[in-house]
């Protein structure tokens, strides 16, 4: 049986590295909807960096932040449609942000998802002056300070809003949302007390639950986190609805050849398995990649976009349209 097991490795493994010199013999053009230095840059800089020596031709980054996401994908959408233009992406520029942000294109029509690189997920952290040790803490500390207790998010109408609301509604508090333009100034806030609390990705908060500059009360998520696995899940805390997570991978224009897609799939899976890859995702707060088809992608895809479209209504989060 290990023998068997050995040798099916083995088969994929070529495979996998067959397809990925069998995608292009032409430099790849990798847009990035985000500013230099950023976290979707870095993955972007890494799986380039691999991916280049896989294929063997130069994979050129492109910055293009703004808009959303918006002009990135519009560049990519502007390129012909042979897979020799990528853009590296967080999902949550495909489920969340198209519900608060009109867009010039169809999300799930004009884009394709493709491969992922790294998974992250979101953990509720906490002032250090907050007075509470865990989540049943925190409710009660709300509902001792009606109306003064505020929770913070890196967006209006992400993941990070909508876990904040959702918490306020099953456990009956009153927490007042303050939206910031991304994690770092928000992060500021709650670290500096004059907001309580955050729900954050593991990435950017991670560092500062390991300082001691914030405090972790739970990971929205059915599973614990590998980087934080004494802290519990909010299903386990009674909170199943709090689970979200955003991906970081490869999306491409819907018009890219089926054949192709896959054999941009199969390289990208392949770097990301790289050791040096996994071994620096794994050190910043990622979890492990979710080694999905494109297919199985594009479900996803369409099942969080779905579910982010019913909070925002349920919720009456107001679309800048």
């Known amino acids: 049986m290990r023998l068997f097991h050995r040798m099916a490795t083995a088969i994929v493994a070529c495979l996998l590295t067959s397809m990925a010199q069998a995608w292009t013999d032409k430099p790849v053009k990798m847009l990035v909807p985000a500013p230099a230095g950023g976290t979707m840059d870095v993955v972007a800089r890494i799986l380039a960096k691999q991916l280049s020596a896989d294929i063997g031709q130069p994979v050129i980054i492109e910055n293009k932040a703004g808009a959303g996401g918006a002009i990135a994908v519009q560049a990519m959408l502007g390129a012909p449609a042979d897979g020799q233009t990528i853009m590296v992406t967080a999902s949550n520029v495909l489920t969340e942000i198209p519900h608060v942000l009109k867009m010039p294109y169809d999300t799930l029509a ?42 913070a998010s890196y967006s209006a109408g992400t993941i990070s809003h909508y876990a904040g609301m959702i918490l306020n509604q099953k456990a009956g508090l009153d927490m007042q949302h303050v939206p910031f333009a991304g994690s770092p100034p928000a992060l500021q806030q709650v670290m500096g007390g004059q907001i309580q609390v955050m729900f954050d990705g593991i990435v950017t908060s991670m560092p500062l639950i390991r300082s001691g500059k914030l405090k972790a009360l739970g990971i929205a998520s059915g599973s614990r986190s590998a980087h934080l696995p004494d ?76 579910k982010n479209g019913a909070l925002v209504k349920r919720f009456g989060i107001k679309l800048d349209r």
């Open 110 to 151: 004009d884009v394709k998802p493709v491969a992922t690189v790294a998974r992250a997920l979101l953990v509720l952290v906490a002032a250090p002056e907050v007075p509470a040790k865990d989540l049943n803490g925190l409710v009660a500390y709300v509902k001792a300070h009606p109306g003064k207790v505020s929770f």
């Open 231 to 306: 802290v519990p899940t909010m299903a386990e805390l009674g909170l199943p609805e709090l689970d979200f997570s955003n991906w970081l991978g490869v999306v491409v224009a819907s018009g890219v050849p089926a054949d192709v897609t896959a054999r941009i799939n199969a390289a990208v899976l392949k770097a990301a398995a790289a050791p040096e890859i996994a071994t620096r995702m794994a050190a910043v707060g990622f979890e492990s990649n979710l080694n999905a088809s494109a297919a199985d992608l594009a479900r996803a895809v369409r099942s969080d976009f779905e």
